[in-house]
């Protein structure tokens, strides 16, 4: 099988004495990969890799990442000059399209963006019949899903205008996550506003009220452009992989990123950045007696993990950490808020940065770390920390989706297995079955 990468250099493999020749694949930045497609068809053998610590699931244009070094850049543009220089919106714009956006067409993006805000009234109902404490992932994850009855001709041709397929639904997420919040507080719901910008119109349906108006800061609102944007795309991470497996079934997208939403709820995955927070408090509680909690990562009896730390691709550090690091600062400098947990935080950090344990294996703050002490600047609850991840990753998983529906190589997502259980068996007729068949 041809890819448009393949190289003419060739990896050869010998199973039980017989020489096989396989193809090589070299990426635009020079990650090569042996190309297995025709293994199994060839050799009888299949590749077995649990957790896919080694497995390339697609070839992709959107990020690239290199671990080692700590590099992350989409399209071919650094996250730090993106996150310093670009608003989300032309972030999303850029990861749909493969280039930034032209005045005329931000122009369009943005009033596509503010056209599609409003939500059916009717989804507005099924907020009411959530109980009180739900989580607001799980009340994402539903709503998300319901879009696709709402607006059931996004499933017939969904690439013919991929603007209004994003603006939709990056449009209407913002409305449910606020909405999510607002309902929570059982506080009167706030509508989009047109003139206000993406992030603006987020905060103002967040945090606005009939009794007291919110007022927009200028900072607050760069502030959280630049988290979104450091959370837009992380190639195939297991959410992005949801939503592309998902989707290779030829799902619709509500469904697709429905399900990518549930993938990212995970403590192990987006919802470590409010396990984080909810870390740092507790040994803020326990009078910052933090040695506590590092005693306890490092004991390998004990199944507790410094959340915030680690991560399977970054083995130098995690580009993201750094930019939030600061931004951290930034943000609590303005607002002239002082977080002990942010001191906790960099406490942590330091001595984790020297620690043997941390160092060999490489095991350094990850993009979650910092990110929760931001949205507590701003105001944002612990439990919404992971719907403002999910904020920040929809125009990632939009484009990945789009290129996976796109790609003329497209096959549904369907791995395969090395299978451990009993061997084929004659079944006991169920008189004869004195006990279990197990025992048998
Ligand atoms: N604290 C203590 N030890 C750790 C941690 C941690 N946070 N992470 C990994 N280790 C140890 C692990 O116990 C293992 O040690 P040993 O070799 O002695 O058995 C070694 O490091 C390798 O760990 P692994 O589980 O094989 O690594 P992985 O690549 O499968 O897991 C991870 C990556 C991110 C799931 C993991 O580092 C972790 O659980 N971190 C805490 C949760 C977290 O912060 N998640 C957010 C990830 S970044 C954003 C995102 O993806 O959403």
Redesign the pocket.
């Known amino acids: 099988m041809i890819d448009k990468f393949t190289t003419d250099k060739t990896a050869e493999l010998v199973i039980e004495g017989q020489k096989y020749s396989l193809p090589i694949i070299e990426g635009s930045e020079g990650e090569k990969a042996i190309d297995i497609r025709n293994l199994r068809q060839d050799t009888g053998y299949i590749t077995l890799d649990k957790?896919y610590?080694n497995t390339g699931s697609c070839t992709s244009g959107i990020t690239y990442l290199d671990g080692a070094k700590g590099i992350l850049s989409y399209r071919g543009y650094s996250i730090e000059d993106l996150a310093e220089n670009c608003s989300f919106v032309e972030v999303a714009y850029l990861l749909l399209h493969g280039h930034l956006p032209t005045d005329d067409e931000y122009q369009h993006f943005s009033y596509l963006l503010g056209r599609f805000a409003l939500i059916h009234e009717d989804m507005i109902h099924f907020f009411d019949h959530f109980p009180p404490n739900a989580a607001p992932m799980a009340i994402l994850s539903s709503m998300v899903n319901s879009l696709s009855n709402f607006y059931p001709e996004m499933t017939e041709n969904p690439l013919e205008d991929i603007d209004i397929m994003a603006t939709r639904l990056i449009s209407k997420v913002r409305t449910i996550a606020a909405f999510t919040y607002k309902k929570s507080m059982g506080s009167p719901l706030v509508y989009p506003r047109h003139d206000l910008s993406y992030c603006a119109n987020f905060l103002n349906m967040m945090f606005d009220s009939p009794v007291k108006p919110y007022a927009i800061n200028d900072d607050v609102v760069r502030a959280l452009n630049k988290i979104l944007i450091l959370h837009a795309d992380?190639e195939q991470?297991?959410s992005t992989s949801t939503v592309r497996l998902v989707g290779s079934a030829r799902v619709n997208l509500y469904a697709s990123i429905s399900a990518g939403i549930s993938a990212?709820w995970g403590?192990?995955?987006?919802g470590?950045n409010q396990?984080?927070v909810e870390m740092l408090e507790d040994i803020y509680e326990s009078d910052g007696d933090y040695q506590n909690y590092i005693n306890r990562?490092?004991d390998?009896s004990d199944p507790f993990?410094?959340?915030?730390?680690?991560?399977?691709v970054y083995k130098s550090h995690?580009p993201r950490s750094r930019i939030i690091k600061a931004a951290c600062d930034e943000v609590l400098d303005t607002l002239k808020v002082s977080d002990p947990l942010l001191d906790i935080a960099k406490e942590l950090e330091e001595v984790t940065l020297n620690d043997e344990?941390?160092i060999e294996?490489n095991?350094y703050p990850?993009?979650?770390?910092y990110s929760g002490i931001i949205y507590r600047a701003i105001g944002i609850p612990s439990n919404m920390f992971t719907v403002m991840?999910a904020l920040g990753r929809l125009p990632g998983w939009i484009a990945q989706w789009k290129e996976m529906w796109d790609d003329p190589d497209w096959r549904i997502g369907r791995p395969r297995q090395i299978y451990i259980g009993p061997k084929r068996r004659p079944l006991t007729p169920k008189e004869e079955r004195k006990k279990r068949e197990s025992d048998t």
Do not use: Q, S, Y
Not at 267 to 270: A, D, N, S, T, W
Not at 366 to 369: E, G, K, L, P, S
């Open positions: 957790g610590m992380h991470n297991c990212l403590p192990l995955h987006g470590a396990a984080v990562a490092k390998p993990r410094l959340v915030g730390f680690g991560h399977r995690d344990f941390f294996r095991l990850n993009v979650d770390f991840f």
